[in-house]
């Protein structure tokens, strides 16, 4: 998240801007923590220029899933499952090598190519609507704080 209150040291092309602001009360106050079979899970955030996801990304996800160790793996045959549409980048090498690597193995569903608007969860026009007009909202009232400070 950031925090638009807090006026920010440093300059924003300085190497270390997002390192010296980042933290609980600073400018960038970092997202929540989950805490889930007694660990500490810090929010995963990626982004690309498309703003979709890509392999990597993917990849980079599941790494942290196993680094956190959020799905035990005691006995041999335990694997983690993850249910993804059919979409490109879940095809392409970086993706497909991480699940089938026999250290890091994940049992992956890979549903109707470009279908998630037949079963992703929470995809529907009605909910999408919902969130839109509460986006909006909460941009509104973004703006509003940011001239109130001008």
């Known amino acids: 998240g950031i925090d638009i209150s807090l006026e920010p040291p440093g300059d924003p092309t300085d190497a270390d801007f997002f390192l010296n602001n980042s ?12 805490t889930f079979r007694n660990k500490q899970i810090p929010v995963f955030v990626r982004w690309n220029e498309s703003g979709g996801i890509t392999s990597d990304i993917l990849v980079k996800a599941l790494k942290t899933l196993d680094y956190y160790e959020v799905f035990p793996r005691t006995v041999s045959s335990t694997k983690p499952f993850i249910l993804l549409d059919g979409q490109s980048s879940r095809l ?4 497909l090598n991480y699940i089938n690597n026999p ?3 994940w049992v992956a569903c890979i549903v109707v190519p470009y279908g998630t608007a037949l079963w992703q969860v929470g995809d529907s026009k009605e909910q999408n609507g919902s969130f839109n007009i509460a986006m909006t909202k ?3 009232k973004l703006l509003q704080l940011k001239q109130s400070k001008s």
């Open 138 to 140: 909460a941009k509104e």
């Open 103 to 105: 250290k890091d193995n």
């Open 23 to 34: 933290g609980p009360g600073r400018q960038f106050p970092a997202g929540p923590v989950c």
């Open 92 to 95: 392409e090498m970086p993706f």
